[in-house]
T-cell receptor
């Protein structure tokens, strides 16, 4: 069965520091998709990125970057030069091509607190 | 503006009462989902629907019921059979059924408290 583990429950940094969020996944499917979502204090989840299992290229979007390594089943997320607005809970999620209903399996989330 | 609306934002219920949470989307998405989030935890799938008049149980469906009579609406009823209903409930939708690569879009959530 699929599983997503985010071992860090909470990370606290000072503004402008870099922060890396770990995500490790388990799946038997050869085709799968990985996602990162941000949940600010308002509660609504915001989609950040999607990666499919055949694309191991790292991606950078502004201060955000993602490192996907199939060899270690990891899809880590780095925020560079963190800002107070980055304070939120971040979720990693997995969707398998074979699973019915496009179901997402979420990790437990990592709360990031950026202090001024 | 397209999006997902959930109402109410906060809901209080007495033990033994059924309560219905509303979820409406105007994104013309085929698939809709209900998740439950408990403090400090990830999201768990309650029910999902890929097409009108059809829905499937998720991982924690016991004590909940849904309907999908219209494409844009997917209400969730929390019944008195749900042992611990106090939680944050999130509704989501995605553009097409059978398309696991599509991201899900989320509503603002309803926080249910049982008194």
């Amino acid at each position: 069965a699929q599983k997503v583990t985010q071992a860090q429950t909470e990370i606290s940094v000072v503004e402008k520091e870099d922060v890396t969020l770990d995500c490790v996944y388990e799946t038997r499917d050869t085709t799968y998709y990985l996602f990162w979502y941000k949940q600010p204090p308002s509660g609504e989840l915001v989609f950040l990125i999607r990666r499919n299992s055949f694309d191991e290229q790292n991606e950078i979007s502004g201060r955000y970057s993602w490192n996907f390594q199939k060899s270690t089943s990891s899809f880590n997320f780095t925020i560079t030069a963190s800002q107070v607005v980055d304070s939120a809970v971040y979720f990693c999620a997995l969707s398998e091509a074979q699973a019915a209903g496009n179901k997402l399996t979420f990790g437990g989330g990592t709360r990031v607190l950026v202090k001024p | 503006d397209g999006g997902i609306t959930q109402s109410p934002k906060y809901l209080f219920r007495k033990e033994g009462q059924n309560v219905t949470l509303s979820c409406e989307q105007n994104l013309n998405h085929d698939a809709m989902y209900w998740y439950r989030q408990d403090p400090g935890q990830g999201l768990r799938l309650i029910y999902y629907s890929q097409i009108v008049n059809d829905f499937q149980k998720g991982d924690i469906a016991e004590g909940y019921s849904v309907s999908r009579e219209k494409k844009e609406s997917f209400p969730l009823t929390v019944t008195s059979a749900q042992k611990n209903p106090t939680a944050f409930y999130l509704c989501a939708s995605s553009i097409a059924r059978g398309a696991p690569y599509n991201e899900q879009f989320f509503g603002p959530g309803t926080r249910l408290t049982v008194l």
